[in-house]
């Protein structure tokens, strides 16, 4: 279980070191753009699902308690690994794609959002409204 932690948890790393080291570079700007990391997660997702639930793994009920002893599994707990990475990497790209569009270098932001996922998006967030963009500009 160790080496498919790993292994997952690696399949994100480009897209976090290019928007953190290389905000600029064109490279980052189709990396970020691109639906690969995705689709290799959906699909190892998928996998480490339909595993779970055929070893018995899976949750018998959606109550918190049957849950909470489905993650705590092996299995279990890389499908809900796998989940997360897939949606902090969304929020991260979604953040620099964002951060390009107002001007700005969303470093600590996207740091913030890859090790603790909803805290940088939050604290991106409550930056962002003070920024104004071109669309702001339009006179009506």
Excluded: C, Q
Excluded at 7 to 17: D, E, F, N, R, Y
Excluded at 121 to 132: D, E, H, I, K
């Amino acid at each position: 279980m160790d080496a498919a932690f790993g292994l997952v948890s690696l399949v994100t790393l480009p897209w976090w070191l290019a928007m953190l080291l290389f905000p600029t570079s064109s490279a980052t700007t189709r990396w970020v753009t691109s639906p690969l990391p995705y689709f290799v997660l959906a699909v190892t997702y998928g996998l480490f699902l339909i595993s779970s639930l055929l070893s018995g793994d899976g949750p018998a009920s959606l109550e918190a308690s049957d849950l909470a002893s489905s993650f705590a599994s092996p299995l279990g707990f890389l499908t809900v690994w796998t989940h997360v990475l897939a949606l902090d990497l969304f929020a991260g790209t979604w953040l620099f794609r964002d951060a390009k569009y107002y001007g700005v270098t969303p470093r600590l932001s996207l740091l913030l959002t890859w090790w603790f996922g909803p805290l940088g998006l939050g604290w991106y967030l409550y930056r962002r409204r003070r920024m104004r963009g071109p669309a702001d500009r339009i006179v009506n």
